[in-house]
């Protein structure tokens, strides 16, 4: 059992890249994954840009994909296939081996489409994001489809999760988790006209270097966190308790 598993969100936008780094496993619920595949499939085009909230030359896009879309051949490894601003300050093509396999052990993304990925897992382009209401499985949408299958697989690994994610991805593992099982979110804001502001932004850039900030330090301990010093961020004691580590950007 890990000490600790970190859950980050995913990213919307997602590239192919087969070379950097070697795909070690297929995703554990690549069977669900099939499920959600065939749902999309069965879709008219229009039904699908509006499941997707995007425009017409993304929605061209995300159609073809769907049309040639192979789950187990041509993938790239999770960590490298999402290239959103949290994925750019984690800069896994920069990491040394040793933090490559601190991040293997302790990180996990979570997925509207794979349910839960761990770094090296082969994924292939997708759009899909946990709160889009897809029906599937006879699930009126992702959070139901989706059940307690993914807090189950995190808790099989560790008693403690530090929450990286987004409130939308959150949703899909914090109600499901036991009780004994330890959940700390990290929250990065600024202090505006006496309140603490999250700005979407910052957050991602805080949370990806936060990954990556760990790695580098090997933490163990959620503890550990409070000393993260990184693009002006300070722990604030007076916000934070057991459950929530605030980290306030300073002026």
């Given at each position: 059992?890990?000490?600790?598993?970190?859950?980050?969100?995913?990213?919307?936008?997602?590239?192919?890249?087969?070379?950097?780094?070697?795909?070690?496993?297929?995703?554990?619920?690549?069977?669900?994954?099939?499920?959600?595949?065939?749902?999309?499939?069965?879709?008219?085009?229009?039904?699908?840009?509006?499941?997707?909230?995007?425009?017409?030359?993304i929605a061209?896009?995300?159609?073809?994909?769907?049309?040639?879309?192979?789950?187990?051949?041509?993938?790239?490894?999770?960590?490298?296939?999402?290239?959103?601003?949290?994925?750019?300050?984690?800069?896994?093509?920069?990491?040394?081996?040793?933090?490559?396999?601190?991040?293997?052990?302790?990180?996990?993304?979570?997925?509207?489409?794979?349910?839960?990925?761990?770094?090296?897992?082969?994924?292939?382009?997708?759009?899909?994001?946990?709160?889009?209401?897809?029906?599937?499985?006879?699930?009126?949408?992702?959070?139901?489809?989706?059940?307690?299958?993914?807090?189950?697989?995190?808790?099989?690994?560790?008693?403690?999760?530090?929450?990286?994610?987004?409130?939308?991805?959150?949703?899909?593992?914090?109600?499901?988790?036991?009780?004994?099982?330890?959940?700390v979110t990290?929250?990065?804001?600024?202090?505006?006209?006496?309140?603490?502001?999250?700005?979407?932004?910052?957050?991602?850039?805080?949370?990806?270097?936060?990954?990556?900030?760990?790695?580098?330090?090997?933490?163990?301990?959620?503890?550990?966190?409070?000393?993260?010093?990184?693009?002006?961020?300070?722990?604030?004691?007076?916000?934070?308790?057991?459950?929530?580590?605030?980290?306030?950007?300073?002026?």
């Amino acid at each position: 059992m890990n000490t600790l598993v970190m859950i980050l969100s995913p990213a919307k936008k997602m590239r192919v890249d087969t070379d950097s780094f070697a795909v070690r496993d297929l995703p554990q619920f690549l069977d669900k994954a099939e499920t959600l595949l065939a749902s999309l499939r069965a879709m008219e085009p229009r039904a699908l840009q509006a499941l997707w909230k995007c425009n017409d030359q993304i929605a061209a896009l995300n159609v073809e994909r769907l049309t040639d879309m192979d789950l187990r051949r041509n993938l790239t490894p999770a960590l490298l296939s999402y290239d959103g601003i949290a994925y750019r300050y984690l800069a896994p093509n920069v990491m040394t081996g040793e933090q490559l396999d601190y991040v293997a052990a302790h990180l996990r993304i979570l997925s509207g489409f794979y349910g839960v990925l761990r770094p090296f897992d082969g994924v292939t382009p997708y759009r899909l994001e946990m709160g889009a209401r897809l029906s599937a499985g006879g699930c009126r949408d992702l959070y139901q489809f989706w059940g307690g299958a993914l807090a189950g697989s995190l808790c099989g690994e560790s008693s403690c999760i530090v929450n990286l994610a987004s409130k939308e991805y959150s949703r899909a593992v914090e109600p499901h988790l036991p009780p004994d099982v330890r959940f700390v979110t990290a929250v990065f804001g600024e202090h505006i006209g006496g309140k603490t502001v999250e700005k979407g932004t910052m957050c991602k850039m805080a949370r990806g270097e936060m990954v990556r900030w760990m790695a580098e330090r090997r933490v163990e301990q959620p503890e550990q966190m409070r000393d993260f010093d990184q693009l002006g961020y300070r722990f604030c004691s007076e916000e934070s308790d057991e459950t929530t580590y605030t980290f306030i950007k300073e002026e």
